[in-house]
């Protein structure tokens, strides 16, 4: 468009410094519009490069495995990837502008969750690293990620939002899950196979035990038996032998009386057989024999007490008895011998009512238990004069008695033998735990005694022992109504 109205004329001096103001104003705007158009093509080149820097970045990451994406403070979403994009069901990256958690695929628990996150991690201005979470993805899939979120900030160090990205996990996870679950079958199956064969050990052990007692119950059993026979042909026959022998010494006195001078021959012989010492002594003699039988058959109901075998019942049975006839069976190991004076055993038994229990069993304990005192005292012994033995006598004392409460049997076994430590108290119950030589001790007995006590007979048995002083075992075994 011209500058002047061309109807306006001028005087020829201002007319040629006009032209002249005219072409260099042409000429400015000339220049004008070369920068003008230089400065667009520049434009353009800038935003070609910026879009391709843009397209470069967008490329680099929906070509990274992770999904990745960035909120402002109030965790509104800005960007993200194409990974990111398809999990969250928004088709392109560029749909996720102005969106929150809530408006994705996930469940709304998880979106809670992740906002919270991203609240601790602007708060706190610190990074989240390797956070382990669950997420319900477009597909409808169940994944588990591994999350990192790390704090945007301005120029001025000012934390503006949040950047994150994931990892998907779920196999992994799964993997995890599944190893962890096979691992706790594993576990669960070792102990309880352990507890199998533990469990078959031990019964095996026991019934070890259990027949070489039924054994000895039996060869007890079978004797007792055989002594009966000759035994009450004794006791039978010494009632008569006895009238007999009261009637001929009648007839001897009535003979002396009716002919007091039998002839020199008649009295030589009485002489000679000390006549009067004969009468005076034969009853007597024949009353300790009786006396004899007497114990001889106490011995064989001691036996047969001994070797009762158990019924499938508890029955009632007088716990003294069993002490006693226990201690009948262990005689031979309490005589003197070459290295020691015998142990004397100290009976303290009360008045006891019959208790309701296995008679076998509790007799196979006391054995155990007598047993144990014995070895304990030999021990203690080895080394000692006999002289020191005999002014500290071996002793084991056995008392019974009902409980204050009188709701038990309490039995107590003491010996003043070698002792234990507090090592070896802790563990005499366990099963095998010996500290006897090989061939010597099992370590079976006392596991066996626990087991009858405690869950056969719902009783208690606690030790109380000092080294080189002695040991005690404690018994309570309920008293239930006969
Ligand atoms: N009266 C006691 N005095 C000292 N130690 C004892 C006494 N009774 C038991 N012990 C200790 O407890 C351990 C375990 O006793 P337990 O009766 O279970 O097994 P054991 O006697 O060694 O072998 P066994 O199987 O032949 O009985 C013994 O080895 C011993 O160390
Ligand atoms: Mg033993």
Known sequence: MPLLDESVTLPATTSASVEQLLRQSEAKIQSLEQAHAKEMLRREQVERELNEARQLLQ?????????????????????????????????????????????LAWKEEESKFFRECDRRVMLADRAE????????????KQAWLETNKVPLHD??????????TYQDITARKKAEIALHELNQKLERQTIELSAALSGLQQSQLQLVQQEKMSALGNLIAGVAHEMNNPVGFLAGNLGPAQDYVRDLLGLIALYHETFPNPGEAIESEIEEIELDYVREDLPKLLQSMGEGVKRIRNISTSLRTFSRADREHKIPFNLNDGLDSTVLILKHRLKADEHRPAIEVIEQYAKMPPVLCFPGQLNQVFMNLLANAIDALEESSRGKSYAELEA??????????????????????????IGMTEETQKRVFENLFTTKEVGKGTGLGLAIVRQIIVEKHEGTIAVNSELDQGTEFVIQIPLEAV
């Open 392 to 417: 500290v006598p071996n002793r084991i004392t056995i008392s019974t008695q009902v409980s204050s409460c009188e709701r038990e049997a309490v039995i107590r076994i003491k010996d003043n033998g």
């Open 155 to 164: 120029e001025r160090g000012k934390v503006i939002g949040i950047l994150g």
């Open 129 to 140: 690293l390797g956070i382990v979470e669950p997420q319900l993805q477009s597909d409808g």
């Open 59 to 103: 490329l680099v990451m929906d070509t990274l495995p992770e999904a990745i994406f960035w909120k402002d403070r109030n965790s509104v979403y800005l960007g993200c990837n194409r990974n990111f994009a398809e999990d969250a069901g928004i088709g392109a990256p560029e749909h996720i502008n102005g969106k929150t958690d809530y408006d």
